[in-house]
T-cell receptor, first 112, second 114 residues
Framework: DAKTTQPPSMDCAEGRAANLPCNHS???????VYWYRQIHSQGPQYIIHGLKNNETNEMASLIITEDRKSSTLILPHATLRDTAVYYCIVREFSGSARQLTFGSGTQLTVLP | DSGVTQTPKHLITATGQRVTLRCSPRSGDLSVYWYQQSLDQGLQFLIQ???????AKGNILERFSAQQFPDLHSELNLSSLELGDSALYFC?????????????FGDGTRLSIL
């Protein structure tokens, strides 16, 4: 799986959009981009994933650049409950390896 | 609520002992994954089962073993426990084993070795 680079920490004001960047410059054509978050010591929570196109669901939007070398997770109206570690993961969709490889993630702190 | 159930939530035991962690996947999910999260290692993949068969292995110690039963629940067995095995153990499930299918995690079992 391609390696990802994320800033270690970010702050965001409550009610504002939180934009979390991820660099995956070595991504290959058969790899998805996944985002998970982990609040304190709870289980990681799936947020969104995409291959080439931008994606949106009830939680967030995922913007993937045209060259697929980077992506941004957007939480449109951050709340205090969005404070968590956010993980950007690339995952190959062929071969035997199906696990998620977690890096260090970005600690997002939503400030009141 | 992810729909993945892990029991027990907390487990305290002593070195040298053996424990069993249990995971019930989401309804309809055939794949189960086990992960370990310790303070110094982050989230590490241990093993995957798909419909009762082992599919992939990660950094799982020989003292650890797992299985998935016909009803699709899974158990992770940890034996000859050491202090370093203290960690959070998460189970995740997905519909199949494909990379386009998200894994959904349970709330974990916190294992403390005294």
């Amino acid at each position: 799986d391609a390696k990802t680079t994320q800033p270690p920490s970010m702050d965001c004001a409550e009610g504002r959009a939180a934009n979390l960047p991820c660099n995956h410059s070595t991504i290959s054509g058969n790899e998805y981009v996944y985002w998970y978050r982990q609040i304190h010591s709870q289980g990681p929570q799936y947020i969104i994933h995409g291959l080439k196109n931008n994606e949106t669901n009830e939680m967030a939007s995922l913007i993937i650049t045209e060259d697929r070398k980077s992506s941004t997770l957007i939480l449109p109206h951050a709340t205090l409950r969005d404070t968590a570690v956010y993980y950007c993961i690339v995952r190959e969709f062929s071969g035997s390896a199906r696990q998620l490889t977690f890096g260090s993630g970005t600690q997002l702190t939503v400030l009141p | 609520d992810s729909g993945v159930t892990q029991t027990p939530k907390h487990l305290i035991t002593a070195t040298g002992q053996r424990v069993t962690l249990r995971c019930s996947p989401r309804s309809g999910d055939l794949s189960v994954y086990w992960y370990q999260q310790s303070l110094d290692q982050g989230l590490q993949f241990l093993i995957q089962y798909y419909n009762g068969e082992e599919r992939a292995k990660g950094n799982i110690l020989e003292r650890f073993s797992a299985q998935q039963f016909p009803d699709l629940h899974s158990e992770l067995n940890l034996s000859s426990l050491e202090l370093g095995d203290s960690a959070l153990y998460f189970c995740a499930s997905s519909v199949g084993g494909g990379a386009g299918q998200p894994q959904h995690f349970g709330d974990g079992t916190r294992l403390s070795i005294l």
